[in-house]
């Protein structure tokens, strides 16, 4: 039983990986980048032959439907610059975040949730009530708890998402 709130947020992340973890090792080559519908945002070749994921800076209407290998993307870029923020080293550019193509993504995935582990791990209660910005901006009012909290929700959701993606490929 988790005695604290830390504990509680690492059993909270370690069921959240479990379930995530089910679906991610059952992903074969060509889930990745299964388009489900005719509108899509997904990651394309780029001309330097990196992946580039589809983006916008404002919500359009309609809303895409993201592919697997665009979800896997997006985790790994809010993951990567959290940890950013976390190691306290300067954030990474969504850009700069490239998508390793669909044999890597596993290891990918794997090395920032160790990553993500050791933080965890490495926080005090009182680490817990220092300020964080991240995602939320200078102006919110959250904590380190709050971000770790975010994290958990944001790895869930994305979770269902692409469980939901691969089970519906699969019925095809």
């Known amino acids: 039983m988790p005695t604290s709130r830390r504990d509680l947020l690492r059993w909270q992340f370690d069921l959240t990986w479990a379930l995530f973890d089910l679906h991610l090792r059952e992903l074969v080559p060509d889930d990745y980048r299964w388009e489900p519908a005719p509108l899509v945002w997904t990651v394309r070749p780029g001309p330097d032959g990196s992946w580039i994921p589809d983006w916008s800076d404002t919500e359009p209407d309609p809303i895409p ?18 940890l950013d923020h976390a190691e306290g080293s300067p954030a990474r550019d969504r850009g700069d975040v490239h998508w390793p193509g669909e044999e890597q993504v596993p290891d990918w995935l794997d090395d920032l949730c160790d990553r993500w582990r ?48 691969r089970l519906l490929r699969a019925a095809r």
């Not at 439907?65 to 896997?72: D, N, Q, R, Y």
């Not at 102006?139 to 708890?145: M, V, W």
């Not at 709050?146 to 469980?163: C, D, F, P, Q």
């Open 118 to 165: 050791t933080r965890l791990d490495s926080y005090t209660e009182a680490d817990l009530d220092a300020p964080a910005a991240f995602p939320w901006g200078e102006d919110a009012d959250n904590t380190i708890a709050h971000t770790a909290a975010w994290v958990n929700a944001e790895l869930m959701k994305n979770a269902a998402e692409i469980g939901q993606l």
């Open 65 to 82: 439907v993201p592919t697997i290998a665009w979800l896997t993307w997006h985790i790994g870029w809010w993951w990567s610059v959290t």
